[in-house]
Every structure is written in C-alpha cells, then in structure tokens.
C-alpha cells in the first residue's frame, strides 16, 4: 500500500547531539515532500520542502533534508540539536496534480539539556 | 505573518450533536483542507476545496461531513451527527496553489481544533 513510514517512533538525544530522523515513502511517480513540526501545545509548522532541483533542502532553524530518490527517502537532520528543538517531526508527501497530503506517523524528539 | 486560525480550539459535544468547526485560511490562498488526527495515530487527509466545491476527499469523509465557505473568509466543516470515533484534533491548512505548481502548493495549518464527543 501507499505509504510514508517514519523510523523512529521516539528518540531522545542530549543537546549539542547530531540528529537524523528518517522517512520513506512509497508512491511511484513525481512527489512533493515536506516536513513538518508540533512544538508541543502549538501547531503545525512547515520546516522545510522539496519540490525539484538540488535534493538537498535547506529549511529553518538550521534543520536541512536529503531527497533520495533511488532510496524514496527524504531524511531530515541537524548537526547540533538544542532543547527548544524538542517536539514531533511529521515527514508528508503530496503527488503532482493531487492536494492529499499523507503524513507519516510522526516522531517524538526530546533533547535533554 | 499571515497565519491560517480555527476557532473553537476546544469542543466537547454529546454523540449525534452536530458540531461546525471554523477556520480562516490565509487571505491570498485558493485551496483549503481539512485533516484530522485521533489521539496517537497519524494525521489524516479529509477533505480539499477549491472554487467553492470539493476537489478531492478521503475514505473518512462520509456523508456525515460536509464542508462550506459560507463567506470570503470562512472555511467550515460539519459534522452532522457526530460519533465517539469522531473524537480527535481537526487541523484545517489553506495553499496558494496545487499540484505542479509547486511553491504553491505548500499547506499551512491551523492551530487545531481539539473535538471531544461524548
């Protein structure tokens, strides 16, 4: 079946730690591919995207993603993560021509301080 | 910055009530959506609108669900005779655009309505 799978259901790293939050999809054609963030008590918030050109995505907050597509995986990473950084990560996927959104499960990040 | 709001950002409703939920998508975009998400499970598409109809919805969207832009602001979104399972938090997006237009096609949520039926 159609799907995006995110590794990680929860993972807890120290502050200064490197991160990479992993996630895969499985449509076959030309795909759109975002990741999102829940800061806890506050909603949605776009981190970065990928729609053609370099695979390699720069978003905010020093975060930054691969798009690999002989792999279907747009794994997202930071070099040093800080406490404020903790929250759940949401890897989604639209198609071209298609306005539904699939979200992955989500994972749970907590940095220590 | 512009941002997409939903109001109420909590309901508590009895089982069969109906329930309206609200959002104001951003002023310049021409898509609006609806998903949702049950306690500890993903987040799920329910529902897209443009041009004052729907474009696309999912399996979840029954005929219990029905969504309106009564004005040019509002984006709203019925349940007509809600159930437990119903229980989640609804999450309304608005784009600029879709598809293969790309940049447009970036969804920026709401804060979330939290819908509790009892």
């Known amino acids: 079946a159609q799907s995006v799978s995110q590794h990680n259901h929860h993972v807890i790293l120290s502050e200064a730690a490197s991160l990479e939050l992993g996630c895969n999809y499985s449509y076959g054609g030309t795909v759109n591919l975002f990741w999102y963030v829940q800061y806890p008590g506050q909603h949605l918030q776009l981190l970065l995207k990928y729609f053609s050109g370099d695979p390699l995505v720069k978003g905010i907050k020093g975060f930054e993603a691969e798009f690999i597509k002989s792999k279907f995986s747009f794994n997202l990473r930071k070099p040093s993560v800080q406490w404020s950084d903790t929250a759940e990560y949401f890897c989604?996927?639209?198609?071209?021509?298609?306005?539904?959104?699939?979200f992955g499960a989500g994972t749970r990040l907590t940095v220590k301080p | 910055e512009p941002e997409v709001t939903q109001t109420p950002s909590h309901q508590v409703t009895q089982m069969g009530q109906e329930v309206i939920l609200r959002c104001v998508p951003i002023?310049?975009?021409?898509?609006f959506y609806w998903y949702r998400q049950i306690l500890g499970q993903k987040v799920e598409f329910l529902v897209s609108f443009y041009n004052n109809e729907i474009s696309e919805k999912s399996e979840i969207f029954d005929d219990q669900f029905s969504v309106e832009r009564p004005d040019g602001s509002n984006f709203t979104l019925k349940i007509r005779s809600t159930k437990l399972e119903d229980s989640a938090m609804y999450f309304c997006a608005s784009s600029e655009g879709q598809g293969s237009l790309g940049a447009w096609e970036t969804q920026y949520f709401g804060p979330g309505t939290r819908l509790l039926v009892l």
């Open positions: 989604a996927v639209t198609l071209n021509n298609n306005n539904d959104m699939r």
């Open positions: 002023s310049n975009h021409l898509y």
